[in-house]
């Protein structure tokens, strides 16, 4: 089995590759216990070659994984529109699951998205200082469907001619919460959300990862408007093109969720859709995200992100 070698017997942490840009199996570590710098180093040299690793068979709760994640930076609430919907004394925690979306936003918020739920993404990426990682566990799975499927955006930037390239390192593109599916017009829960705390800002289309230093094209089909330096039509033809290159599956990777999995991922430099392929079938799925506090991104030219509705999201 092919393996990448991290650390060299500093620790007993295996990283196994799942394709060849996007997603490595991590083995050999407990993570609900506290973690060995060489463990870290290894799990964050594994983040930084394949965008999100996994952990199976992992026993968390809550406070445990709140706790892991805190090992790797400070953890946020659990979103900007949780308000009281998350468990009661794990104000960190962000249940994902139908019935939870539903008491959240409104019964309406997932018929609007659609089968591929809120498609291709990062998370929360309206905020003036999107989170940096996620970390997903799972709970409740169905007996099949309901997998996360994981795209490497600094390999779709690599993968652009150096001309698209050069063309895009300087554009920047309004993110805005709901937008994409007007959720300021609707009556559901969601549209009073994004009425009373609207969440916007302005990020450059090709963003340069603070510590890999790897350029990375930052716009997504669920948060990101249009691209603010172009007219409306030409930023639609643009923002389609890149689009259609985050979706190639030779960026890609699929996750099987089973009881116990955790998905760890940098939300800089990787995007992520759920399909919706298991709620017909009245199976279900829960799972719990946390995320970590996240930098002002930045783009080739130094220019920073700006805010236009939305304060900065720092910790719980």
């Known amino acids: 089995m092919t393996t990448t070698d991290v650390t060299a017997g500093a620790t007993d942490i295996e990283v196994i590759p799942l394709s060849g840009w996007t997603g490595a199996l991590i083995e050999g570590v407990d993570i ?3 973690l060995s710098g060489a463990d870290k180093d290894a799990i964050r040299a594994a983040l930084h070659r394949w965008k999100v690793v996994f952990f199976r068979g992992q026993h968390l709760d809550h406070a445990a994984q709140i706790a892991f994640a805190a090992q790797f930076g400070e953890v946020t609430p659990a979103h900007p529109y949780e308000g009281d919907c998350a468990p009661p004394g794990f104000p960190q925690i962000h249940t994902v699951s139908p019935a939870a979306y539903d008491r959240r936003y409104g019964s309406g918020y997932r018929h609007r998205e659609g089968w591929n739920g809120p498609n291709w993404h ?11 990682h996620s970390i997903l566990r799972a709970e409740v799975v169905p007996p099949y469907g309901g997998d996360t499927v994981f795209t490497n955006v600094a390999a779709v930037y690599q993968g652009l001619s150096p ?11 309004e993110h805005r919460f709901g937008a994409t599916l007007s959720y300021e017009r609707s009556a559901e829960k969601i549209g009073d959300l994004v009425r009373s705390k609207p969440l916007a800002s302005i990020h450059p289309v090709v963003r340069v990862h603070p510590e890999t230093q790897e350029r990375v094209v930052y716009v997504n089909q669920f948060f990101t408007r249009e ?13 389609d093109l890149l689009f259609e290159q985050i979706a190639r599956p030779e960026y890609s990777v699929r996750f099987k969720w089973e009881p116990g999995s955790v998905a760890f991922w940098d939300n800089r430099a990787t995007l992520h859709l759920a399909p919706r392929d298991f709620e017909h079938l009245d199976h279900e799925r829960v799972l719990h995200r946390v995320t970590l506090v996240g930098d002002v991104p930045v783009g080739p030219d130094g220019r920073e992100s700006e805010s236009l509705a939305g304060e900065f999201f720092g910790a719980a």
């Open 122 to 132: 990062a998370d929360v990426t309206p905020l003036i200082n999107p989170p940096s």
């Open 227 to 239: 691209i603010v330096d172009l007219s409306p039509r030409e930023s639609r033809y643009v923002l």
């Open 163 to 173: 001309s698209v390239r050069g063309f895009i390192d300087g554009l920047r593109a």
């Open 32 to 34: 609900s216990r506290p």
